[in-house]
């Protein structure tokens, strides 16, 4: 049963373009975060947005750039994308934050691919 | 700084065999939690299983695995392997703030 939802599923855009990512859970969930998984499956962290406040900023581009209006909401946008942005952006929710027992529900992913 | 080491990129068995995936960790807190999280294809990771005690076993879904504080490990086992059982398998460890993944293991189950 799906409960973190992602738009788009799919984006192909060209070097240097601008893309948003958005993401919505209804878990009723305080946090939120955004991991990148690339082409060799490995998934790292990238922000973390506890009650719209931004708790984790991993080291990410500038370009890249998370926007919460509510705790539900998380997007992310890329200005000027590069081709090694090509990956699948995975949003995730979790009940609480610094509650390291905290299981992360997967959004289905939205995959990026920069041409 | 914390991080977590999936030894074996690809594994590949012989359906019934018994599963074992490892998994050490680094970190610096007393009281670390670590996590297996599964990826079928086509789909996104979701929860296996979890443990923060140390030398309890924790099962789920027919998979166990048991935290060891002494070795830093919490390797995956499960008796008998199924087809179903083919997927992405992630070793994960939470420093309280985010949860920080190992690098995979593809499990791969053939009749």
């Known amino acids: 049963e799906t409960a973190v939802f992602q738009t788009p599923n799919y984006h192909v855009t060209q070097v240097g373009n601008e893309v948003s990512f958005n993401c919505k859970q209804t878990l009723g969930h305080d946090t939120m975060y955004w991991y990148k998984q690339d082409s060799k499956k490995l998934l790292k962290i990238m922000f973390s947005y506890n009650n719209k406040q931004l708790i984790v900023n991993e080291t990410v581009p500038r370009r890249f750039s998370p926007q919460s209006s509510d705790k539900a909401h998380l997007n992310l946008r890329i200005k000027s994308v590069e081709p090694e942005d090509s990956a699948v952006y995975l949003c995730?929710?979790?009940?609480?934050?610094?509650?390291?027992?905290?299981?992360?529900?997967f959004g289905s992913g939205t995959r990026l691919t920069v041409l | 700084g914390d991080s977590v080491t999936q030894t074996e990129g690809l594994v590949t068995l012989t359906e019934g065999l018994p599963v074992m995936l490892n998994c050490t960790y680094q970190?610096?807190?007393?009281?670390?939690?670590l996590f297996w999280y599964v990826q079928h294809l086509n789909e996104s990771p979701r929860l296996l299983l979890k443990s923060f005690t140390d030398n309890k076993r924790t099962e789920h879904q027919g998979f166990h695995a048991t935290l060891h504080k002494s070795s830093s490990s919490f390797h995956l086992q499960k008796s008998s392997a199924q087809l179903s059982d083919s997927a992405l398998y992630y070793c994960a460890l939470s420093n309280y703030n985010v949860l920080y993944f190992g690098s995979g293991t593809k499990l791969t189950v053939e009749p």
């Open positions: 970190t610096i807190y007393s009281n670390p939690f």
């Open positions: 995730a929710s979790s009940r609480d934050w610094g509650g390291a027992a905290e299981t992360l529900y």
